[in-house]
Structure formats: C-alpha cells, structure tokens
C-alpha cells in the first residue's frame, strides 16, 4: 500500500485532497461527512478567488438543506466561564441525541492574524464527541469576511444535519451586533456582582440577550448568584425585550456543578415555541437573510471606495482640512467623489485635494 | 415710496430678497442679521443644486466662526414637556444674557412631507426672544438629507453668535443617535413611574445621555419624581456612561414651577469645565466633524447603488430568491454588483437577475 493509499483509506484521518468538486462537496456534507464538512469550511473560508467562486456554488446547491437548525448566540465577559459553560451545555443535548455545531465569531483575529481560538483543544469533551462539531473563528480577512464567513459556515453546519448551532462571540468589538444579526437567540452570559462586571460589557449588550444566564451560581458564590438575578431582573423591566413577544429574564447557572443548564435548554425551547406560534422565529429568519445581504453590498461600496488609492490619500489631507476649519464637511465629501468618480479604482494620476474654491 | 422701497426699509419684516450674492450671506450671519440667517437657513435647507453650491460656498467662509457654542441636544419620549422646558431653560439663558438657538431634528417629516413642527409658534414666548431663535426641522429629503442640513444650520447660528445651540429631537426613528453625534451635552427628559415611561424609549437611549432629567416634579407628583430619581440612579450605575471621565445622573425639574430649570445649566456647565480640562471635548468635536464626513459618503455610495433603477428592480427580485432558497446571500450580492458595474447609475437595457449558474 503506497502512502497515499494508505492514507486515504484511514477514515480517521483522511487527506486533505486539494481537488473535490462541486457535487462531491454537497454530497459530503449532507452526508455529515466531518472530514468534507471541514474541507467545505475551510473552501468558504479561503480568499482565493478560484476557491471563492466553488464555494458559492457549493452553498447554492446546500440553500435548500438549510435553516432546520435553532440557531443560539453566546456572550459574555472574560472570565464569564462561556467556554466551559458552552461546554457543559453542549454535551447535554449531545446526550439526548443532538447533534451540535460550535462556531466562533472574532473580528479581532482579522488583525491579529490569528485567532485566540487557534488551539481547537478548547472544549476538548465536546470537541472529541461524535455528534458535536466545534470551529474556531476564522483567523484572517476583513471584518465583513470574518462575518461573512462565520454565516456561510453556519449555513454548513445546518446542511450537515447539526440541529443546534452555537454562535459565540470571541474579543472585543462588534461582534456582539454581529452575532446577534445572525441567531434565532442571543444569551448573555454574567457573573455575580452585576454592577461592577456590568462595566466591562459593551453597551447594549443586555438590550439584545434574550436570557441572561448568571454564572458561578456554585458554593460560596451562590447567594450572591441570587441577589444579581434580582439586580438584573430589575434592570431588565427598564428596558425594551429584544425580541417581540417574548420577555428577558435573569436566571442563575453553574457549568461546575451542571446546575441549571438544563434550564438553558428548557427557556430555548419555550422561546421557540412562543416565537413559531407568532411568526416572529420565521420573520426575523428573513429579515436576516435580507439584512445581511444589504450589509455585505454596503461593506462592498465601502472596500471599493476607501480601498482607492487616490482616495486613501485625499482623506487624510481632508481630515486636516477639516480639523483646521479650511473646508465644510459637506464639500470635502463633494471633492472626494469628484476625486472618485474621475479615478474610479485606478491610480491614473496625482490629484491634490482642493481647499475649495472662492 | 414704492411698496418694494417701503418694505426694505422695514427692518421686522425685511423682504426675502432672492439674489443675496455669497459675501452678503456671510456678512449677513456674522452681524446675526435675522433675516439673513434666516436666508441662510433656507438656503441650506435648499435642494435645488444651484443653491446647494452656494450655500458651501457660504459655509465655506463662515466655518472659521463656528465652533464657539455649547450644544446641547434634549430628547425625551412625547409627553415628557420636552418644549416647555426647552423653552423655560432658553428664556433663563437669554435673562443672562445668552444668546440661544433651538434646532428641531425630525428625520420622520422627510415621510411625511411636512414637519409637525412646521407651526412655529410653539415656543411662543422664547422665539419672540430677540436673543433667541427657533427654527423647526428641515421638513424633507431623505434622512441623511435632514441631518446635513441640521448640522449646517447649527454651524450658521454658530457664526451668526449664538453660545448656546439646542438640538431637540422629533419624532421616532434615529433621531436621538444623530441628535447625540452632534452635540456635546445630551440630555433625556423623562417622567416618573420610570419603570413603564421608559418603556416607551428607544433602545440605548439612557446610553447615550450625560444627564437624566425627570420632569413635572410638582405638586403631587414631586415625592413619585423622586423617587423615580432614585431608581434611574440604580439604572446608571449598570451602563458605561457616554462620556469619558463623565458620571451620568439623574435629577428631578419642574417646566412648570421652573424649579430644578437653573440646575440644568449648572450640570452642563460642568460638564463643560470637567471634559474641557481632559480635552475629551475638544476631542469629540473633531470625531464628530469626521464621522459626519464619513456618513455623508457611506449615504451617498448607497443613493448611488439602490438608486439605479436597475439595482432598484433587481432587489426585489433577489429577495424573493433569497427568501426561497434559489440564491446564496452571497451570490446575490456578486449577482447585484455585476449589474451595477455593467449599468452605473443608466438604464442602459433590462436586465434579469439570474438564479445564478453551476
């Protein structure tokens, strides 16, 4: 048996062959295959052109196979637990047969260049299960190609079979705003002392959970577990519910003793039920579909054009202009389109950025 | 005397000469001729394109005279006496010898093709102030439109010497966001009872105050204003506040007895004092001007885009693909953009957009 061979007939690690074609992509996946599910991520996830374009058309033919899912976004601040507690929650619905995808969402690691998720030995139970699939944020591309990607890997996931799918925020950022524009419900996950941890969370943040889950409800810590569930619960009454129909509550955890995370469960699946029964599930499904739509053309005029180099040099001289008092906002605006529209994407020639006329 | 001579040389009713050139307009404003700020004002507000070019052109040169004000921006849920006590806390400014401005931001009456307060004898008693004017909301083009053109008129009754510049929100929508990306104070008006009133408030809103005033705390209502005082305290110290190195509060006032309407000034002027010695003032001065110039262009990328009366048919149809399942979001996106590319802003031919290929 040559090597190859021999490679290729270990099911447990099978090669990573360059050359799949389209069928056999869509056909791997629906199929729960984890070594094609991971080769179709990895395809959605390259910026090759080449490979960009077979991964549309790779998505096109898994659309229909799609949207069976409940879709949950996890947040939370470090040191909340998210991890352990995604953890212990995803191997009780493993148990009771579930079959769970866990993806990353961090905007931060298109700077960095890589992802704090890199080490995929995090939620090592859950990762090793048969029935759950864990994926670290993609590590590179812009922040619309961190979002685009982690939708289309989602999308993946829900063609393979994968009946829940946990979204969790990674870093620092908009991934909160990105996460929640991308599940049917959105956890937020807290610890005790709420007004003080309170402070390192984004603003907002409360205002888009749909629970919130106190961690570290455990020993010591327990009573005071109880008395932020109070807290929260009031601050919740000041403000609007995320969704429609549908009333934000506090409620206490603990990954370390499993306690309560069944609970998670049970408030997902009332709050799909309510959600289905008054159209809101579905309506927010669309609305989501077509928002992103209109969020990657709006990133795409944008890319296109700051990305011109003419213009990435006017709009510092602009800025200046701007701070000194040497131009109105409203005709720097009028110069760097008149700038554009003569230039387009090129960088035919020099152009100075005007004072303005008078 | 012909009725021409007569009624220029009336200085309470000055005519509204239609050939002002760019010098009289910039001198006009600089003496705080009313008149001619109220020229100025509607010049701005213009969207015929000859009087849009020449009002940068006026602008251009009033620029080195803004920026000399306090903005305040006041917002509050209807019914909370947010004109009243605008009206209360100008009239005591003008007594000491404040010179004030109310703008009114209402991006709904670019809908409805009429601001509501196109009546502009509310405030009765502060816009026949002669150290006060009040001008209502630009009342249409679209939202953008009406932001540019707020922001204009603040610069004009800058230039025109008036220290104290109040921006109102109207209606609902995004106006609070704006309101806040223009001013340097935001302050909420609210009423007691919080807990249900606040129910009416748009998400974030709290977030983004410098100041909570809880209105008509009078007669019976004082000990409810109080304690509702109380309770927005709690709130506050769970939300980050807006401004850097600034605690948020909240107070209790009376439009009506005019109790509590001095302290307003009181808070805002420290707030002055304490932001200015940090220079997060001045800092956000200059972030707002450049954010401003940043949104005016991701507005005009997308007038450009969903304005092209292909782009503008071809969305329907991709959202109803994409809510059937025939496209890939991302797909769509490619699809809209080659047809934008093909066609810019023309109609050159019809074009059908495709379910996208294999």
């Given at each position: 048996m040559t090597e190859e061979k021999r490679l290729q007939s270990n099911q447990s690690f099978p090669p990573r062959r360059k050359h799949l074609s389209v069928d056999e992509y869509v056909?791997?996946?629906i199929n729960g295959n984890r070594a094609i599910i991971a080769q179709a991520i990895t395809l959605v996830e390259?910026?090759?052109?080449?490979?960009?374009?077979?991964a549309q058309n790779v998505l096109k033919q898994l659309i229909?196979?799609?949207?069976?899912?409940?879709?949950?976004?996890?947040?939370?601040?470090?040191?909340?637990g998210k991890s352990t507690l995604i953890e212990s929650f995803g191997m009780m619905l493993c148990e009771q047969n579930h079959r769970v995808a866990v993806l990353a969402v961090d905007p931060t690691s298109s700077v960095s260049k890589g992802s704090i998720l890199g080490d995929k030995t995090r939620m090592e139970q859950l990762s090793r299960h048969p029935d759950a699939y864990v994926r670290p944020s993609p590590s590179s591309g812009t922040l619309g190609g961190v979002t685009r990607k982690s939708r289309e890997t989602l999308l993946i996931c829900e063609a393979a079979g994968y009946d829940v799918i946990i979204v969790e925020t990674v870093g620092v950022g908009q991934s909160e705003i990105t996460v929640r524009s991308m599940v049917d419900f959105?956890?937020?996950?807290?610890?005790?002392?709420?007004?003080d941890e309170l402070q390192g969370m984004k603003k907002g943040v409360i205002e888009l959970a749909d629970a919130i889950f106190i961690n570290k409800a455990d020993g010591a810590n327990q009573q005071a577990a109880l008395n932020a569930k109070v807290d929260y619960n009031r601050l919740l009454h000041f403000l609007q519910p995320a969704?429609?129909?549908?009333?934000?509550?506090?409620?206490?955890v603990s990954?370390?003793?499993?306690?309560?995370?069944?609970?998670?469960?049970?408030?997902?699946?009332?709050?799909?039920?309510?959600?289905?029964?008054?159209?809101?599930?579905?309506?927010?499904?669309?609305e989501q579909m077509?928002?992103?739509?209109?969020?990657?053309?709006?990133?795409q005029l944008k890319a296109r054009f700051y990305g011109s180099p003419l213009i990435k040099k006017s709009i510092s001289e602009m800025?200046?202009?701007?701070?000194?008092?040497?131009?109105?906002?409203?005709?720097?605006?009028?110069?760097?389109?008149?700038?554009?529209?003569?230039?387009?994407?090129?960088?035919?020639?020099?152009y100075s950025l005007k004072r303005g006329g008078n």
């Open positions: 056909q791997g996946v390259s910026n090759l052109p080449k490979h960009m374009e077979m229909p196979y799609t949207g069976k899912s409940i879709r949950i976004g996890f947040t939370g601040v470090p040191g909340a959105f956890l937020v996950i807290m610890l005790t002392g709420a007004g969704t429609v129909g549908w009333e934000t509550k506090a409620f206490t990954a370390l003793t499993g306690e309560g995370v069944p609970h998670i469960w049970d408030v997902i699946k009332k709050y799909k039920e309510v959600t289905s029964r008054t159209g809101v599930f579905e309506k927010r499904r669309k077509i928002n992103w739509v209109h969020s990657m053309i709006e990133d800025e200046k202009f701007l701070v000194n008092g040497q131009t109105s906002p409203t005709l720097a605006v009028q110069q760097l389109f008149s700038i554009y529209d003569e230039n387009g994407y090129g960088n035919k020639k020099s």
